[in-house]
């Protein structure tokens, strides 16, 4: 939309926080709401990965270990994240899905 403030820092243009420049984004990123703050997060990520595909996958499978923990998604996620920090990976974002009956799948 077009703005006719007149004031000499105007852009000449109302738009909402995606239209903003990357670094006008983080600047004023703390005065965003909360949903604009984890989108901006998110979107971060994904351009972050999407300029860097290259990274570890890692699939485990369990065995003879107690149970309880791997249906806590919320236990074995910290444990993960904290073996993860341990081993000096950088961990740039987590998603946890609880399958029903059958564990977790980080």
């Not at 984004?25 to 300029?51: M, N, T």
């Not at 249906?71 to 987590?94: N, R």
Request: net charge negative.
């Amino acid at each position: 939309m077009e703005c006719l403030c007149g004031a000499g820092t105007c852009r000449g243009s109302i738009s909402g926080f995606s239209g903003l420049s990357r670094e006008q984004q983080a600047r004023l990123l703390s005065r965003a709401s909360p949903y604009v703050q984890e989108k901006y997060r998110r979107e971060l990520i994904v351009d972050h990965v999407g300029s860097n595909p290259s990274g570890q996958h890692l699939l485990v499978d369990y065995w003879d270990c107690e149970t309880g923990l791997l249906t806590d998604k919320a236990a074995l996620s910290s444990l993960i994240t904290e073996a993860a920090h341990a081993a000096g990976a950088s961990v740039l974002s987590t998603h946890a899905h609880e399958f029903e009956r059958l564990g977790v799948q980080r």
